[in-house]
């Protein structure tokens, strides 16, 4: 059998860490790597990692923990599709590209939230889907967000009217909401995840 290069080694060893990462919805400890690897040493993981960290595989976070930035299965994008009148569709593959990274810009302050009820339904939001929040964003007049008011939370658009924040529904059954006394903003929703099947 051909002994494999350097870069199908590399390859190799991150399908590894990747599979570990989708099995238990985590990155591997530093002798989790060692294990898997076969590595007889800690500081052939810690070696690893840094090669990782500088093809921007993987990052670490303040407290030094492994966090996976280009682990989330790249998917192949073929190229655009008309969704007006049907015209020629050529498959080319154009790019390769992780949802993770098309969909998180802030890893370690975004969070994943299902939606029950319908007051987002005009801005395209549906119970069941899953919106992808940002609370490291600073929330602005037409953002969507995660908000508490009153003790109470919701989704909603954020809007201003002088120096006071109110939030409004897509949806004409729903009237805005004007805070009583208090207006906490957890996040700002940075994308909706629907699944058709």
């Known amino acids: 059998m051909p002994r494999r290069t350097p870069k199908e080694e590399l390859q190799s060893r991150v399908r590894e860490i990747e599979r570990f990462y989708h099995k238990n919805g985590r990155m591997p400890s530093y002798a989790e790597i060692g ?8 500081d052939s993981s810690f070696k690893l990692v840094g090669k990782l960290e500088k ?20 998917v192949k994008v073929l190229g655009t599709v008309e969704a007006g009148f049907p015209s020629p569709a050529e498959e080319e593959l154009t790019d390769t590209i992780s949802l993770d990274d098309l969909l998180i810009k ?17 801005a395209g939001i549906m ?9 490291g964003m600073t929330p602005k007049s037409g953002h969507i967000v995660i908000a508490q008011v009153d003790g ?16 409004v529904a897509a949806n004409v059954k729903y009237k805005p909401i004007l805070p009583k006394s208090e ?3 957890a996040g700002v929703v940075t994308a909706v995840v629907r699944k058709y099947m």
Not at 35 to 42: I, P, T
Not at 55 to 70: N, V
Not at 111 to 119: E, N, Q
Not at 127 to 135: A, E, L, S, Y
């Open 35 to 42: 294990d898997l690897l076969g590595f007889r040493s800690k």
């Open 152 to 167: 109470e939370w919701t989704m909603k658009y954020l809007e201003k009217r002088g120096d006071a924040f109110y939030l």
């Open 106 to 122: 802030n890893r370690e302050a975004t969070f994943l939230l299902k939606v029950s009820g319908d007051s987002m339904k005009d």
């Open 183 to 185: 207006l906490k903003i």
């Open 127 to 135: 119970p069941g889907d899953m919106v992808i929040v940002d609370r």
């Open 55 to 74: 093809l921007k595989i993987i990052i670490r976070d303040k407290k030094g923990r492994l966090i996976p930035k280009s682990l989330g299965m790249p």
